[in-house]
């Protein structure tokens, strides 16, 4: 009996975990059996966080999802959820270290599939605060100050905060001032040109005011509780409401530090795996194999299934190909975005069409194995 131990309560974990019992009861493998931990007992559906940061857009109950009932329909044995959080990793006696708030347990481990995530800062919901409940107060303290704001600043210009920008100008963008601010040149750097041109356009639309090529000092909270930044220019903003959507970090406290990169990502091979770290694998944001985006995470996702899978019927294992651009879909605000496959540009409506309810009716079918992009 092979045990699989997998850590990470959203896409990454989730979906492969799915992912290898769906595979495996198609094929003969030998036994196994899979153990999840995650520090949430819901899943969270971050892709639409950007509009739930506004108060009255997204009920809780379509943001937050129970994973264990997910997996009730597998076979009894053959599936086990651990609520808890993974504290240490011994790599030389296969044992990971699980602090489940009573008592710290040790879980061993043939295969380990680390798929913990990131976190961004200034404890914006954007990903999971280290629990349900925790997150959850997130979302509604934010959305109380978004109401109660008359400024509001974003600071990053990449596809968060692009969309954080876009859902508050379709709101507000004639009752309160919403600024957003890049240090580069443009926003969505990095992405084709004809990308970051069109967002531009409808970020100005929708009464976005678009600050280039300027940095802020870390800002300062007023007693009023306002923020006072100080700019490149050296001008002085004084805004209600500051919402950082760069940096992000990824979540491994518990790795050793000399599986980490500089940036603390987890470093892989071109198996997804981690020298000198037997049976050990990480997917997702936590990895330094491709940037931290959706796209990436579920491609890993297959792709290491099914090399479990194998491995699991004494077959080889197939080296992971790494991509370049990738994909992504940006809504701006509920009636327009922006998006690419690699070096195409994606027309607006299609984007739209496609991100008009942020996919959140695949939230249980997610947690359940049935999303449209499992596979």
């Known amino acids: 009996m092979k045990h699989i131990v ?11 975990a799915h992912r290898i019992l769906k595979q495996s009861a198609k094929t003969a493998t030998g036994p196994f059996k899979i153990t999840l931990v995650s520090r949430d007992s819901h899943f969270y559906w971050n892709i639409a966080a950007p509009r739930a940061l506004l108060p009255e857009q997204i009920p809780d109950g379509k ?9 009730d329909h597998y076979p009894a044995g053959k599936f ?13 006696a296969k044992q990971l270290e699980v602090d489940d708030c009573r008592r710290k347990t040790k879980l061993d481990y043939d295969f380990l599939i680390l798929g913990t995530g990131s976190n961004t800062k200034g404890d914006t919901p954007f990903k999971s605060l280290g629990s349900t409940e925790s997150t959850e107060a997130a979302l509604h303290e934010f959305q109380a100050r978004v109401g109660n704001a008359k400024s509001i600043v974003v600071v990053g210009a990449g596809p968060t905060g692009v969309e954080v920008a876009g859902e508050l100008g379709f709101q507000y963008g004639k009752s309160k001032q919403i600024i957003l601010i890049s240090n580069g040149p443009t926003v969505l750097e990095g992405r084709p040109a004809s990308v970051s041109e069109t967002a531009v356009k409808q970020l100005k639309a929708l009464s976005v ?20 930044l100080t700019l490149s220019s050296r001008d002085k903003l004084v805004v209600d409401m500051y919402i950082p959507t760069f940096g992000v970090q990824p979540n491994t406290s518990y790795v050793p530090s000399k599986f980490l990169d500089t ?21 997702g944001d936590v990895s330094n194999a491709e940037p931290p985006q959706f796209w990436f995470v579920e491609k890993q996702s297959t792709h290491l299934a099914k090399n479990m899978v194998r491995v699991l019927r004494g077959k080889d ?8 651009l990738g994909m992504i879909g940006i809504q701006i605000g509920k009636k ?27 939230l249980p079918r997610t947690v359940h194995g049935a999303s449209r992009w499992r596979n």
Do not use: C
């Not at 892989?268 to 037997?278: C, D, F, Q, R």
């Open 80 to 92: 086990e959820f651990v609520l808890g959080s993974a504290t240490g990793l011994d790599v030389e």
């Open 63 to 71: 943001l937050f999802f129970p994973i264990a009932p997910g997996f």
């Open 6 to 16: 997998i850590v990470g309560g959203s896409f990454a974990g989730v979906s492969t």
């Open 336 to 362: 327009t975005g922006t998006g690419h496959i690699g070096n195409l540009k994606m027309p607006s409506f299609i984007i739209t069409m496609l991100r008009k309810s942020l996919f959140i009716e695949d």
């Open 209 to 228: 005011e678009l600050k280039l090529n300027t940095k802020v000092n870390s800002p300062v909270q007023l007693p009023d509780g306002s923020h006072e």
């Open 263 to 283: 940036n603390g990502f987890i470093e892989v091979n071109g198996y997804l795996g981690i020298e000198g770290a037997e049976g050990v694998f990480a997917i």
């Open 317 to 324: 294992p197939l080296p992971y190909k790494v991509e370049g």
